[in-house]
Nanobody, 122 residues
Framework: QVQLVESGGGLVQAGGSLRLSCVAS????????GGWFRQAPGKEREFVAA????????YYADSVKGRFTISRDNAKNTMYLQMNSLKPEDTAVYYC???????????????WGQGTQVTVSS
């Protein structure tokens, strides 16, 4: 089993930045690809970004491309999401996930964190 704990969410003004962290415990973090997803009230969970375990491949949703950066530190069992130039439409609960391959579909991931709220005010 793998346990994931997100942190770093909060309230920020439009144009601001936040960095989310996802710390993993349990099985080997470096054995899994990772992703970030978000879910706004009344909407389905949507893909944000993904990164392969070796860091060679990264993927972003079009809505965040150029503003968000996914990274990971396997030595610290931690995955990050740096979010810049935040917009009110980025407001959502953000979740990190681990799975056998980096993908856009939530069903591709085996382990999920509990989520952290990000609120962007206009």
């Amino acid at each position: 089993q793998v346990q994931l704990v997100e942190s770093g969410g909060g309230l920020v003004q439009a144009g601001g930045s936040l960095r989310l962290s996802c710390v993993a415990s349990g099985r080997t973090f470096s054995a899994y690809d990772g992703g970030w997803f978000r879910q706004a009230p009344g909407k389905e969970r949507e893909f944000v970004a993904a990164r392969s375990k070796n860091g060679i491949s990264t993927y972003y949703a079009d809505s965040v491309k150029g503003r968000f950066t996914i990274s990971r530190d396997n030595a610290k069992n931690t995955m990050y999401l740096q979010m810049n130039s935040l917009k009110p439409e980025d407001t959502a609960v953000y979740y990190c996930a681990l799975g056998p391959w980096a993908a856009m579909a939530p069903s591709s991931y085996n382990y999920w964190g509990q989520g952290t709220q990000v609120t962007v005010s206009s």
